[in-house]
């Protein structure tokens, strides 16, 4: 009677032991899945912050110059591609390579 609730036990602990592995598993693609989704949707604001503050050079309505110029600091991520794509507009192989961050 021992060995069968000795048995019973350790089979209990074996089926509670891979449910948590599974379930930490599950939990950490979870997680990784929600940050990833985070940081495109923070890119997406990103772009579209940047579309609202400097619309006007793509034909929007540009916001009040004092709100404009108080967000400028905020700005310079977005101004440095900007330049950067203007430099690069004409030349699609320093394009490509502006987009690998080369120097």
Request: aromatic letters at 6%; a negative charge.
């Amino acid at each position: 009677m021992q060995t069968n609730n000795l048995k019973m036990n350790n089979l209990l602990k074996k089926i509670k032991n891979i449910f948590k592995h599974h379930w930490r598993l599950y939990d950490e693609v979870a997680r990784e899945t929600a940050v990833e989704t985070l940081e495109v949707e923070l890119g997406e604001m990103e772009n579209i912050f940047g579309l609202l503050v400097l619309g006007s050079f793509v034909g929007l309505p540009a916001p009040p110059m004092a709100i404009t110029l108080d967000l400028l600091p905020e700005m310079e991520k977005h101004l440095k591609i900007m330049l950067n794509k203007v430099d690069t507009a004409n030349e699609p192989i320093s394009d490509l390579l502006s987009v690998f961050d080369v120097s």
